[in-house]
């Protein structure tokens, strides 16, 4: 039973967003933790971090069999949930997704500091594209806003070298034509509106884009 609770668990949340079917929530209605045994599962709940890595033990040791059947439905409930509430955000244009990345911005422009700043406060950090579907994700914002935005790379010490925002040098580029051009007086990044990258002075008012 535990083995299998395990799995079953692992089996919920490993299934993504995209391939959870609208409607095949089985437990219907409003996010609740129910009856006697879901306030039992809730204050359990604290202690709910599976170790990372490799480690295939049972997810709560020690905990009864029916709680782990219980603590089961209870996640695929807020899987299920969570999926619908990324599909409103996402249909009412207020984020953009790449894999697990969520992009987002509130519609300000403003300096890079600023932008870096909001966006931290907000509990991320600015949009910094890794692959051309994070990229593509970023430019979806820029362009509903119809405006630059300032990107999480700068140039770091040596001129012509950008790196992101926590000092790794990049593993993907998308320069625009004969850019970086500023060879050390455009020590930051904005994305034009087909997604191409410039490196740019700091100071400008830039859309800030977020992600989470
Ligand atoms: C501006 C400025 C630069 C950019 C060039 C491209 C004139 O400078 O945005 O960063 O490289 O335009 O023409
Ligand atoms: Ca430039």
């Given at each position: ?8 668990l ?7 967003c995209?391939?959870?079917?609208p ?35 049972p ?10 059947t ?8 807020l ?6 509430l990324e599909?409103v ?9 790449a ?8 519609g ?20 910094t ?12 914002i820029v362009?509903?806003?119809?405006r630059?935005?300032y990107?999480?790379?700068?140039e770091g010490e ?11 040098p990049?593993?993907?580029?998308k320069?625009?034509r004969?850019?970086?051009?500023g060879r ?29």
């Amino acid at each position: 039973m535990f083995l299998y609770s395990s799995y079953m668990l692992t089996a919920a949340l490993l299934v993504t967003c995209h391939a959870l079917h609208p409607g095949n929530n089985e437990i219907s209605g409003i996010l609740r933790l129910p009856g006697r045994v879901g306030q039992e599962v809730q204050s359990h709940l604290l202690g709910l971090v599976r170790p990372p890595g490799r480690d295939r033990r049972p997810w709560l040791p020690g905990l009864p069999d029916f709680l782990n059947t219980e603590l089961h439905k209870i996640l695929v409930h807020l899987k299920n949930r969570l999926c619908r509430l990324e599909r409103v955000l996402v249909f009412r244009g207020k984020i953009s997704k790449a894999g697990e990345k969520i992009f987002a911005s509130n519609g300000k422009q403003v300096d890079f500091a600023a932008a870096l700043g909001s966006c931290e406060e907000a509990g991320g950090t600015l949009a910094t594209p890794r692959n051309e579907a994070e990229n593509k994700a970023i430019l979806d914002i820029v362009k509903q806003y119809k405006r630059y935005a300032y990107l999480g790379i700068k140039e770091g010490e040596t001129s012509g070298r950008f790196k992101y925002i926590n000092g790794m040098p990049l593993n993907y580029t998308k320069w625009h034509r004969y850019e970086p051009n500023g060879r050390g007086s455009e020590k930051c990044v904005e994305m034009y509106l087909d997604g191409s990258w410039n490196d740019k002075r700091c100071h400008m008012d830039r859309l800030t884009v977020c992600e989470f």
